[in-house]
């Protein structure tokens, strides 16, 4: 039976990896901005949407993102479809963030 | 906190006299992590949180708060719950009727998604998992670890749960059923761990220190 690649249950798979790695500051921040998105204030996306988008992404790209980065996929596509930011918007946004990042770094160079 | 919060950032301002014609010269020492570019995906998580902000959709105050909310989770409200659950059996029966209420009887928020409380006894083992994502009650016992959400978990442990407890170390007999529940976006499960033998009369304190994360998830038992 074929099914869709999240739904992984029963299938081989190797052994557990026990490590784990606390929490990073950027993932964590995408955790507080999906919540902020769905809480009961602005409800301006949901879980399912979240979920849709991470299982929309195809074998390839769901097993080569990390756990917060598929979110912030899934976050950044619902947000552009329901017209709450544009692509231009968000390739801006992000250049000044990478600008901003870089002066920061230049900053702490002893 | 923010990427880009960094403590010791001192601005421009500090007269440095290093040559800049080097580009970033580190000398022997590793780089800081700040010092690489943001990744692609961390890129845009700031770019979405800016984005937000700019268009008053959540202030900083609200972000800021949200992120100290995630930092306060911790298995602690789970272990409070187990703990009091051992030594009281009313707050058990109520915790296995309805957890968010029970949670609510000790100040604990548990959230509004339905959680469901399920007992280990001497002839069933429990344990949870989201085999289609990472469904897992938070707000109970902090973000899940990593390994809960990764493909050998999820895929696993439905069809050989005894084999994939092992490897953390959990032997569970062949004469216990062992029960695995699948988490969904609708319902997450909280295991409440068979209190072990030999701690009768320990204080609630020392009780708590028993009912670890993984005890609530079902993959190691209490070890007094």
């Known amino acids: 039976m074929h099914r869709r690649h999240h739904d992984m249950g029963g299938l081989p798979a190797g052994p557990v990896e026990q490590a784990e790695h606390d929490y990073a500051p950027w993932e964590k921040k995408v955790d507080a901005i999906m919540r902020l998105l769905t809480d009961k204030q602005r409800k301006i996306m949901t879980v399912d949407e979240l979920r849709r988008g991470i299982e929309e992404m195809g074998p390839g790209i769901y097993d080569e993102l990390t756990y917060y980065e598929r979110w912030i996929g899934s976050v950044t596509n619902t947000l552009i479809e329901k017209g709450v930011l544009t692509v231009d918007e968000l390739g ?3 250049e000044e963030a990478q600008a901003r990042h870089a002066e920061a770094a230049k900053a702490v160079c002893p | 906190m923010s990427g880009h919060d960094h403590d010791h950032h001192h601005g ?3 007269g440095h006299d290093h040559g800049h014609d080097h580009g970033h010269d580190h000398g022997p020492f590793q780089p800081d992590i700040e010092d690489r570019p943001l990744t692609h995906y961390q890129a845009m998580t700031e770019a979405v949180a800016d984005l937000l902000v700019a268009k008053g959709i959540v202030t900083p105050a609200e972000l800021r708060k949200m992120l100290e909310i995630i930092d306060s989770k911790s298995p602690a409200a789970g272990s409070k719950m187990v703990a009091r659950a051992w030594t009281d059996p009313g707050f ?3 915790m296995l009727e309805d957890v968010i209420a029970a949670a609510a009887e000790l100040d604990i928020d ?3 998604i339905p959680i469901k409380a399920i007992e280990n006894t001497e002839g069933v083992h429990n344990v949870v998992v989201c085999t289609l994502c990472s469904c897992y009650p938070r ?13 050998a978990y999820r895929s696993r442990v439905i069809r050989e749960p005894r084999a994939v407890l092992k490897e953390f170390g959990t032997e569970i007999p062949d004469d ?3 029960r695995v529940h699948d988490s969904t976006a609708d319902l ?3 295991i409440i761990p068979a209190r072990p033998k030999g701690t009768e009369g320990w204080s609630a304190e020392k009780l708590e220190a028993l009912v670890t994360r993984d005890t609530m998830i079902g993959v190691a038992v209490p070890q007094p």
């Open chain 2, 12 to 14: 421009h301002d500090h």
């Open chain 2, 92 to 94: 058990k029966q109520r």
């Open chain 2, 188 to 190: 997450r499960y909280l």
């Open chain 1, 92 to 94: 801006r946004a992000m």
């Open chain 2, 139 to 151: 707000l109970l016992i902090g973000l899940p670890p990593d390994w809960y959400k990764a493909r």
């Open chain 2, 176 to 178: 216990v059923e062992l």
């Open chain 2, 110 to 112: 548990a959230g509004g």
